[in-house]
């Protein structure tokens, strides 16, 4: 007994010896002293040990019992303390990394400058008007003082449905859809898509967005039309942002006007983005022509009004500097994620 | 429109001003510059020389060396490896510390190069004899230059030895490229721009004079002109020119031709070329020859017609194309081409020349259809003024008796179907300035219209506008004029006044705002798609065969199959912007996006349709278009 007692601790001690990582030592523990275990059988056969042996062979077992446990706790303690010290070492915690990033998504480019807008002109009483995109050649033409044959219908190389449905070459045509409900005065700005036949390159692409405006009221003049986008550029591009303004050609408006800001990149000093001439055109403009009025039933003789057209693109390429309209419809992870 | 500062300053009297200042100037009254060249940019120190003495050079085969004389008591010696001089030629020199437009292999470089006094295989040399492209042209533009070598003056016209080469080439000269807006077909002519620009600067406008009897014979006995179609034809003049004597043009002609990116070929061409430019009116010139039984008929084509334009090609024809033809055979597309079996050939002696005034929108159409525009097309669709044809034919004969490019016959044959009147507008001041928000003199008002040739009729208390201004036509457009000369830039500038009004978003929007915001918060990113794609789609997505989805809008006249139908479903746009950035290795891509779909609308729909029709000229209803919220994304 005494033998088998003492190869029970030999094998014991090598097993916890040999043992790699705290697991391994508890199974080692379980198989000698645990319900099962080698030393726990040696227990239960002292039913075979004679009476007057059973209090020695106790003594000895119990003796075995508390020195394996011993070892095993040795053991365990050096194990947990070089686990530590690995876990320290790997857990290492560089205070200057950047905190770990948010996981909110981005919001398009250009949504956040039409926000931008449309947050300037409601603050300056506009309402927020959407029209359809698929249009009749009527809102989008012949309504805005372009009748058939007219050689600008060309010029806008429109998208047809059939001859008399388009897709919208200009968010314009939301004006007549508006005027002819016959609440005045209207104070409006209208964003959306607009389409037009153009092969997609870096400055043009097949579809792109507007923000149209327009006002009608009793008296409304030219130096009003001058002066709110006078406050809608200084608020866009800065408070230092001077605003040009020359004359040009809309069928739907008379007088009108093309709308250069200084360039918000070198501040009018001329660069590369602005072509050197410090100037960067982003607008069309002009006062609402009589025929466009009439024809939506408005009295040009009491009323009269401005209208603007914006090229969404256009002012966020320029805002964010990018070079390359196509970038805005190909949704790349990396270009978004800058915004 | 390109023109070039030396042609503007032959209309507008005392014109003096730098090309920026031209630039700023004219684009604030309204017709834009977008770019100009300043022809002598890179070119310094270049003199007129002629060369007195030439030398083999002692070290060299290839070289020459040669003295010049450049109006100053020394000659001046230079080194040349130029095969095309000779003793006694007059050529450009640039001396030294002068600055020529190309490098040393001849190619044009932004800045020029240096030219300094300097040793040729031991000889001193102090400067260079020039080519034209070294004056930074070429000889398409300069056809008498040499093809390789230096440019020779006119022997029988020499400027001033040691004057200026430059000017004495005309390369002093700036070309600017204006915008020309639709409403003012006049402008596509140098004399129009020139209105434009004795208004900006107010300036006197001189008006070229045009008078050209011809001969005592009867151009009517020459030829007979009717026009069957008068409506596609509203004016139809004709004279004609015998005795042609063709040639290449005189030089100042070609330069202007040059400077606006025509290239010369011989007087007749030249002149027409000449004339578009100038006026903005085509001309056409036949064989008077090939014209059969001395007669032009113009009237439509018929269905199916076969005809062989003067560039060689046979065009296929139809009853809405108008032809100019002789009493046997159509010699001409109306206003777009003339035919093979008309035009000048070198050994023509008579000639008829056209000028035209035809439907801009039938031209438009039938250049379209026909599948050739021109220079002549490109200005007739924009609809020209019929009191400019007699104009412009008249100066061209005027040019044929000063080049002395043949014997003008006297008369004109004029068919005026449609006699153009000037247009009256009434001048209002008081609604001119509520217009515009100034306060400007009824005065000053008729003095800046004026400026413009809009006069002011005391007595009915009208504007007057000439034919040539067909978009004046109600009190706006004088406002836009008054404007422009008073300028934008002095209107002042104030805000809306009247009813205050609630500025806002609709119900829609603002879901569509709180979708975006949920999204973001979610870690997804907004993407934006076309609303058009291709028809393929829905196999891709499996859409079955008889699904609603299928039913679509179609585009007409697409950029391609692949974008010829409106979208009825997201799924497609997403699911591209993910391969797109799986393509390119992106981890981890959260999209989504905010799609517009269209959806046809069947015919049951409750629509007044003879209401539509009314309006819109169809029955169709548009389709319903839906925003539809569609998250896309992949990796861990």
Redesign the interface.
């Known amino acids: 007994m005494k033998d088998k007692l003492q190869k029970i601790k030999d094998d014991a001690f090598a097993a916890i010896k040999s043992s790699e990582g705290l697991n391994a030592l508890n199974d080692v523990r379980v198989n000698y002293l645990g319900k099962k275990g080698l030393l726990t059988s040696v227990l239960k056969g002292m039913k075979d040990v004679a009476p007057e042996d059973r209090p020695k062979v106790g003594a000895l077992v119990n003796d075995t019992r508390e020195a394996i446990e011993k070892l095993i706790e040795e053991t365990k303690q050096k194990l947990e303390a070089a686990e530590m010290e690995r876990r320290l070492k790997d857990e290492v915690i560089d205070v200057t990394l950047p905190a770990r990033k948010s996981n909110c998504g981005h919001r398009h480019p250009n949504i956040i400058t039409l926000e931008e807008v449309e947050d300037i002109f409601i603050g300056m009483g506009y309402e927020v008007v959407e029209g359809p995109e698929v249009e009749y050649d009527y809102y989008n033409f012949e309504a805005l003082n372009i009748p058939a044959n007219h050689p600008a219908k060309d010029e806008q190389d429109t998208f047809y449905i059939n001859d008399k449905i388009v897709l919208r070459t200009q968010t314009s045509s939301v004006q007549a859809r508006v005027m002819e409900q016959g609440k005045l005065p209207i104070r409006i700005i209208s964003p959306g898509r607009a389409f037009r036949s153009d092969e997609v390159d870096a400055t043009h692409s097949p579809s792109f967005h507007q923000i149209e405006g327009l006002v009608i009221d009793k008296g409304i003049t030219f130096a009003d039309l001058k002066g709110t986008l006078e406050v809608f550029a200084k608020k866009l591009y800065g408070e230092d942002t001077r605003v040009k303004f020359r004359p040009h050609h809309f069928p739907f408006t008379e007088p009108s006007a093309e709308v250069d800001v200084t360039c918000f990149k070198c501040k009018g000093k001329g660069c590369r983005f602005c072509k050197n001439s410090g100037w960067v055109e982003i607008l069309g403009c002009g006062m609402v022509h009589p025929n466009v009025l009439r024809m939506s039933g408005i009295d040009p003789e009491i009323y009269q009004g401005f209208a603007f057209g914006v090229g969404l693109e256009r002012i966020t390429l320029f805002k964010y500097e990018i070079d390359d309209m196509r970038l805005l419809y190909e949704n790349d992870m990396r270009f978004l994620k800058q915004f | 429109m390109n023109t070039s500062l030396s042609w503007i300053k032959q209309y507008v009297k005392g014109l003096d001003c730098s090309a920026e200042q031209y630039k700023d100037a004219i ?4 017709t ?1 510059v977008e770019g100009y060249e300043r022809l002598d940019e890179d070119l310094e120190k270049i003199v007129v020389g002629r060369i007195e003495k030439i030398d083999r050079h002692p070290d060299a085969d290839k070289l020459i060396v040669c003295q010049i004389n450049i109006g100053e008591a020394e000659n001046l010696q230079i080194v040349t490896g130029a095969p095309n001089v000779k003793e006694g030629d007059v050529i450009p020199v640039v001396l030294d510390g002068g600055k020529v437009a190309t490098d040393h292999d001849r190619n044009r470089v932004k800045g020029g190069t240096k030219i300094k006094k300097g040793k040729l295989r031991g000889v001193e040399s102090c400067g260079m004899l020039c080519s034209i492209e070294e004056l930074g042209s070429s000889k398409e533009m300069y056809p008498e230059a040499p093809e390789d070598g230096i440019y020779i003056f006119d022997k029988d016209n020499p400027p001033a030895l040691g004057s200026n080469a430059v000017e004495a080439l005309g390369l002093n000269d700036v070309i600017f490229e204006h915008e020309i ?4 077909v006049d402008c596509y002519g140098v004399v129009g721009i020139a209105r434009e620009v004795a208004a900006t600067f107010n300036k006197e406008f001189v008006y070229p004079p045009v008078e050209c009897k011809g001969n005592d014979e009867k151009a009517s006995d020459y030829i007979k002109v009717t026009t069957e179609d008068k409506q596609l034809c509203r004016r139809y003049c004709a004279r004609v020119v015998k005795n042609l004597k063709i040639e290449p043009s005189p030089k100042w002609m070609q330069r202007r031709l040059a400077s606006q990116g025509i290239r010369p070929i011989n007087n007749i061409v030249d002149i027409t070329n000449y004339i578009m430019a100038e006026f903005g009116q085509p001309m056409h010139a036949f064989d008077l020859s090939t014209v059969a039984g001395a007669q032009i008929i113009v009237k439509r084509a018929k269905d199916g017609d076969k005809f062989v334009t003067l560039d060689g090609q046979e065009r296929t024809l139809d009853s809405d194309v108008l032809m100019i033809c002789d009493g046997e055979k159509p010699i001409g597309i109306a206003g777009i081409m003339g035919g093979e079996n008309s035009m000048i050939t070198e050994d023509a002696k008579t000639l008829l020349f056209e000028a035209a005034c035809f439907d ?2 039938n031209i ?2 039938s250049s ?1 259809r026909i599948g050739l525009r021109t220079d002549a097309s490109s200005k007739f ?2 609809g020209l003024d019929p009191n400019l044809t007699l104009e412009a034919l008249n100066s061209a004969c005027q040019l044929i008796e000063y080049l002395g490019a043949g014997e003008v016959v006297g008369g004109v044959v004029d068919v005026y179907n449609d006699v153009a009147s000037d247009s009256r507008v009434k001048l209002e001041p008081d609604k001119i300035n ?5 306060d400007i003199s009824k005065e000053d008002m008729i003095a800046y219209l004026k400026r413009v040739e809009l006069i002011y009729d005391e007595k009915t208390g009208e504007v007057v506008a000439p034919s040539w201004r067909q978009d004046i036509g ?4 004088l ?2 004029e008054v ?2 000369f008073y300028g ?2 002095k ?16 119900f ?2 603002k879901v569509e705002k709180t979708a ?1 915001d949920v ?14 794609e291709s028809p393929k789609v829905f196999d891709k997505l499996l859409i079955p065969e008889n699904d609603g989805l299928r039913s679509v ?7 391609g199959e692949d ?1 010829s139908i ?1 979208r009825t479903q997201p799924l497609n746009g997403i699911l591209t ?1 993910l391969s ?2 799986y393509n ?1 290795r ?1 981890k981890d ?4 996006e905010l799609a ?1 779909i ?1 959806l046809p609308v069947g015919d049951d729909s409750e629509v007044d349709k003879e209401e539509l029709k009314k ?4 029955t ?1 209803v ?2 319903n ?1 839906r925003m539809q919220f569609v998250l896309g994304f992949y990796g861990d």
């Open positions: 684009t604030l009254t309204g834009m807006t639709s409403n003012r801009g929108t438009r159409l379209k669709e924009k509520g217009l515009l928000g100034t109600c009190s706006a457009d406002a836009e404007a422009r934008y830039d209107i002042p500038t104030t805000l809306p006044k009247g009813e205050a009004t609630m500025g806002g978003i609709s829609k929007m975006r999204a973001e918060y979610c870690g997804f990113s907004q993407g934006m798609t076309y609303s058009f809008v179609s585009i007409l006249n697409p950029l974008y409106m912007s797109n950035n390119r992106n891509v959260m999209l989504y517009n269209y309006r819109f000229g169809t169709d548009l389709p278009e």
